[in-house]
């Protein structure tokens, strides 16, 4: 089992960046494929990117390839999400997720495939 806590959001000007940070408050993240979600009022929670155990393997949303980069150092059991380029349309609360050894990754994209979640943090990008 893993606590998660997000930190990181804030508000941004369109074409700023932020990195949004992902730590185990409870448990180690190493052993987790992870996930980000992001969520924008009156919409549905959407997947923004995915990352291996390893770090080797990252996938992301259409909408934010080439502008987001998400990263992991174990060894501080931290998971990263490097946001550049940002537009308005990426305010959201950004969630960031844990995945068991159990599931399949080809599920990476759907959010009921993740077995823990942390609180959320708000990014606003203003334009």
């Known amino acids: 089992q893993v606590q998660l806590v997000e930190s990181g959001g804030g508000l941004v000007q369109a074409g700023g960046s932020l990195r949004l940070s992902c730590a185990a408050s409870e448990g180690s993240l190493t052993s987790y494929r992870t996930g980000w979600f992001r969520q924008a009022p009156g919409k549905e929670r959407e997947f923004v990117g995915f990352?291996?155990?390893?770090?080797?393997?990252?996938r992301y949303a259409d909408s934010v390839k080439g502008r987001f980069t998400i990263s992991r150092d174990n060894g501080k059991n931290m998971v990263y999400l490097q946001m550049n380029s940002l537009k308005p349309e990426d305010t959201a609360v950004y969630y960031c997720?844990?995945?068991?050894?159990?599931?399949?990754?080809?599920?990476?994209?759907?959010?009921?495939?993740?077995?823990?979640w942390g609180q959320g943090t708000q990014v606003t990008v203003s334009s």
């Open positions: 990352i291996s155990t390893s770090g080797a393997i990252t």
């Open positions: 997720a844990a995945m068991s050894y159990s599931r399949s990754s080809s599920s990476m994209r759907d959010r009921g495939a993740y077995d823990y």
